[in-house]
């Protein structure tokens, strides 16, 4: 992340323009690189150093802010790029930022998890969720091995035992049960 800071930092620098409107979420559509005003002139210099004779970058956004960016670049010719293919683009960027935002989410709710289990697993208690939802039934979604050690069962008999497990809960503990299951 660090080297990836540095190269956007020093291209943010080089390319004030295509930062600075790609960051206020608008579109760069350049049909012909050589038209670029002078007030952008280090930038399509540079393109045109590249060889690069037209240009389209489409800007993906979540919530209001940019995450990533479609590019197209022409090398052979200039290009007019048809609002048809443009509002397509958008599309394909609102899915891909759609997908990048579940990708992002399901790796952080993973390493929260392996985080907890960490956790739960290395406490000399036993530790266990029973789920009391009333559309799936009663039933132990979580336990962790020290059951093994003070009970001498494994988490999956556990785990097995269904609705069953209701007779491991104390009594006193029921009225809470009742409660949760409202």
Same mark, same amino acid.
């Given at each position: 992340?660090q080297?990836?800071?540095?190269?956007?930092?020093?291209?943010?620098? %080089?390319?004030?323009?295509?930062?600075?409107? $790609?960051?206020?979420?608008?579109?760069?559509?350049?049909?012909? !690189?050589?038209?670029l &005003?002078?007030?952008?002139?280090?930038?399509?210099?540079?393109l045109l150093t590249?060889?690069?004779?037209?240009?389209?970058?489409v800007?993906?956004?979540?919530?209001?802010?940019?995450?990533?960016?479609?590019?197209?670049?022409?090398?052979?010719k200039?290009?007019e790029?048809s609002?048809?293919?443009?509002?397509?683009?958008?599309?394909?960027?609102?899915?891909?930022?759609?997908?990048? %935002?579940?990708?992002?989410?399901?790796?952080? $709710?993973?390493?929260?998890?392996?985080?907890?289990?960490?956790? !739960?697993?290395?406490? &000399?208690?036993?530790?266990?969720?029973?789920?009391?939802?009333?559309?799936?039934g009663?039933?132990?979604?979580?336990?962790n091995?020290?059951?093994?050690?003070?009970?001498?069962?494994?988490?999956?008999?556990?785990?097995?035992?269904?609705?069953?497990?209701?007779?491991?809960?104390?009594p006193?503990?029921w009225?809470?049960?009742?409660?949760?299951?409202q």
């Amino acid at each position: 992340p660090q080297a990836i800071h540095r190269l956007q930092s020093q291209q943010r620098e %080089e390319y004030p323009w295509i930062f600075e409107t $790609l960051c206020a979420g608008e579109l760069i559509v350049v049909p012909d !690189t050589h038209d670029l &005003p002078d007030a952008v002139a280090r930038e399509r210099d540079d393109l045109l150093t590249h060889g690069i004779r037209a240009t389209l970058a489409v800007p993906m956004s979540l919530a209001g802010r940019v995450v990533g960016v479609l590019w197209f670049d022409r090398l052979d010719k200039a290009s007019e790029w048809s609002e048809e293919l443009i509002n397509g683009l958008k599309l394909v960027g609102e899915v891909l930022a759609n997908g990048l %935002e579940r990708m992002h989410a399901e790796r952080d $709710l993973a390493e929260s998890r392996q985080f907890i289990e960490g956790i !739960t697993e290395s406490s &000399p208690n036993i530790i266990y969720v029973i789920d009391l939802n009333p559309h799936l039934g009663v039933g132990v979604s979580y336990i962790n091995r020290q059951i093994t050690q003070d009970l001498g069962r494994r988490p999956e008999e556990m785990k097995a035992l269904g609705t069953e497990v209701v007779r491991l809960i104390h009594p006193d503990d029921w009225p809470n049960v009742q409660l949760a299951r409202q």
